[in-house]
């Protein structure tokens, strides 16, 4: 069996689960998209669909791979040729597209989950419960719905950064006028409650809540995650999230308001894992590995 890590070889989440995999006795290919072309050959036939790639001084048929696993893109080297950019990830794209079925996760649903609208708008005709928000960069309409909130956070709409109060219980923390940019940026209502985030893959669900009074629990170096158990219904409800927005696994960010519901915030495809398992010994990397497994059968068996 082998498997294709994309990712940098020297982040410590990729090296987890390449030793993971290894350990199962699954051979790996470490693939650093930033590599391509200088370190990474590629040709492709479209008369028989083979797509081939010499990396590492070996050379790998795109079809023998069982399954594969997506940590991180990281785009080709370029200088600031944005033609030879696009030039560039074009003929990487059959390696996306061509067995999209073996990835974890595939390239739809990485799209997806960058268009956070979009995933916003899907996940409340799922059911979920999700909080006022609006993307935007029109000054006016974005001062009426902070005016329309009592509680606002300020974010990113692709992310990179923190989520930062902007008001809290109707009074301003920051300036509004910081915010009101070019840039479009999401604007969203802040809901009082705990974190919970729930990792699915196939049908587990495994979850665990974070207590912090940060705006953004990751700015918490306080913070731990324990492990927790979410109702029926949550689980239910997570798992159908995760296959509708084409994804085989994820992780879904909740916020459980005093009352005890669920609010929907994100479902995120290439999720960080690791520091939640070492909290909380939730054997996400044994679920991980288990589909990773099976997926890789299914391919082998279709040969």
């Known amino acids: 069996m082998l498997a294709l890590c994309l990712g940098d070889g020297c982040e410590p989440q990729l090296q987890h689960m390449v030793e993971a995999l290894t350990t199962a006795n699954v051979e790996t290919c470490i693939l650093n998209t930033a590599q391509f072309p200088q370190n990474l050959r590629i040709h492709f036939n479209a008369a028989d669909n083979q797509y081939i790639m010499k990396l590492q ?41 061509t067995h999209s079925h073996r990835w974890f996760n595939s390239l739809h649903a990485v799209r997806y989950h960058q268009a956070k609208p979009v995933q916003l708008v899907a996940a409340r005709k799922l059911g979920a419960t999700i909080p006022d928000t609006c993307i935007s960069n029109d000054v006016q309409r974005i001062r009426a719905f902070c005016d329309s909130q009592h509680n606002v956070i300020v974010k990113p709409v692709f992310g990179g950064t923190y989520s930062q109060s902007i008001k809290r219980n109707g009074k301003w923390q920051s300036s509004l006028c910081s915010h009101l940019v070019d840039e479009p940026m999401t604007f969203q209502s802040w809901i009082e409650g705990m974190d919970i985030r729930s990792f699915v893959v196939g049908e587990r669900v495994l979850s665990a809540k974070i207590d912090s009074a940060a705006d953004d629990y990751r700015i918490d170096t306080s913070a731990m995650a324990v492990k927790t158990k979410v109702p029926k219904a949550i689980e239910a409800l997570s798992i159908r999230l995760c296959r509708k927005l ?51 059968g299914s391919a082998a068996s279709q040969v």
């Open 57 to 97: 001084h070996r050379q790998y048929d795109l079809g023998a791979f069982g399954v594969f696993y997506w940590q991180r893109f990281i785009p080709p080297a370029h200088g600031q040729n944005t033609t030879l950019l696009a030039n560039l990830t074009s003929a990487l794209s059959p390696l996306f597209l």
């Open 246 to 296: 084409g994804m085989k696994w994820c992780a879904i960010d909740w916020r459980k308001t005093p009352a005890g519901h669920y609010v929907f915030l994100e479902a995120n495809p290439c999720p960080m894992f690791c520091r939640f398992e070492l909290d909380t010994g939730l054997p996400i990397t044994e679920a991980l590995l288990e589909a990773m497994i099976k997926t890789a």
